[in-house]
Antibody, heavy 118, light 107 residues
Framework: QVQLQQWGAGLLKPSETLSLTCGVSGGTFSGYYWTWIRQSPEKGLEWIGEIDHSGDSNYQTSLKNRLSLSVDTPRKRFSLRLSSVTAADTGIYYC????????????WGQGTPVTVSS | DIQMTQSPSTLSASVGDRVTITCRASQNINNWLAWYQQKPGKAPQLLIFKASSLESGVPSRFSGSGAGTEFTLTISGLQPDDFATYYCQEYSSYSRTFGQGTKVEVK
């Protein structure tokens, strides 16, 4: 059974950088697009971006200037870095797996609450 | 960007009811639509993909229909475990936009 386990700091000050990592177990890492999605009361569910095992990535247009996704294929992990955070970046961040770029999301991590506050 | 609009925002129903949720896309997305169920404190779970294909393990009381810009999720015979929030999501566009959600609550 595929499982995604995510971790990272959940309390940041404005202008800091959010860093989250998601580890994959119970399945292959190659051949999928590894995705980040966030959820907030203001914006609802929002696709952030995706990356495959080779590093091919796609970013949400509104975030691409601040967002960086990376992948560690041997360790079956992928990571998100979002710089210059503001209160608008507060929410729950999920990692997920897409079968192909642009497909729905079959498996999800447990979610990491992130709060940006001074 | 494609906008996804769900209705209603909240739906009050009883166990055994037939429940229908509508999702409208601001432009044609063919059948590139998924439905998810989310319970409090949990991640969304995929129910239906490609508008009407039931994900493995999802009870057959869930069904999806529609194409183009109008889609429905139907729960035939609501069960206690089905009280949750439901989201549609288009995957026709780069932004993979979600609807705002429909909460199914106890009447």
């Amino acid at each position: 059974q595929v499982q995604l386990q995510q971790w990272g700091a959940g309390l940041l000050k404005p202008s800091e950088t959010l860093s989250l990592t998601c580890g994959v177990s119970g399945g292959t890492f190659s051949g999928y697009y590894w995705t980040w999605i966030r959820q907030s009361p203001e914006k609802g569910l929002e696709w952030i971006g995706e990356i495959d095992h080779s590093g091919d990535s796609n970013y949400q247009t509104s975030l691409k200037n601040r967002l960086s996704l990376s992948v560690d294929t041997p360790r079956k992990r992928f990571s998100l870095r979002l710089s210059s955070v503001t209160a608008a970046d507060t929410g729950i961040y999920y990692c997920a797996r897409a079968v192909y770029s642009g497909s729905p999301f079959w498996y999800w991590g447990q979610g990491t609450p992130v709060t940006v506050s001074s | 960007d494609i906008q996804m609009t769900q209705s209603p925002s909240t739906l009050s129903a009883s166990v055994g009811d037939r429940v229908t949720i509508t999702c409208r896309a601001s432009q044609n997305i063919n059948n590139w639509l998924a439905w998810y169920q989310q319970k409090p404190g949990k991640a969304p779970q995929l129910l239906i993909f490609k508008a009407s294909s039931l994900e493995s393990g999802v009870p057959s009381r869930f069904s999806g229909s529609g194409a183009g810009t109008e889609f429905t999720l139907t729960i035939s015979g609501l069960q206690p475990d089905d009280f949750a929030t439901y989201y549609c999501q288009e995957y026709s566009s780069y932004s993979r936009t979600f609807g705002q959600g429909t909460k199914v609550e106890v009447k």
